[in-house]
């Protein structure tokens, strides 16, 4: 099972959250297929840029999706551990 979340204003940006597969499923493709979905959702082909945060480790597999790093770090949630990754995904429009 794999599932994410976005939030549109359904022409400048969207925010890709709470992307999940689930851990007896990872490693099968499942997370990039789901990132494809919601790159070629019909809501948001008109979206100029879509945003998500995520821990450093997972800055590679973003990445390859066709995200890029925007910026430095951006501090977690409050008790959280981790400083967090802001990356972008342009469409060309």
Known sequence: MAVARVL?????????FDVVVAADRRGEGLGARLMDAVL???????VVGLS??????L??????VGFERDGGEVEGPEGGTEELVRMTYRREC
């Open 8 to 16: 549109t204003d359904h022409t400048y940006n969207a925010n890709v």
């Open 59 to 64: 800055v590679p597999f973003y990445g390859s």
């Open 52 to 57: 998500l945060l995520c821990r450093e480790g």
């Open 40 to 46: 070629d959702h019909p809501d948001l082909q008109r």
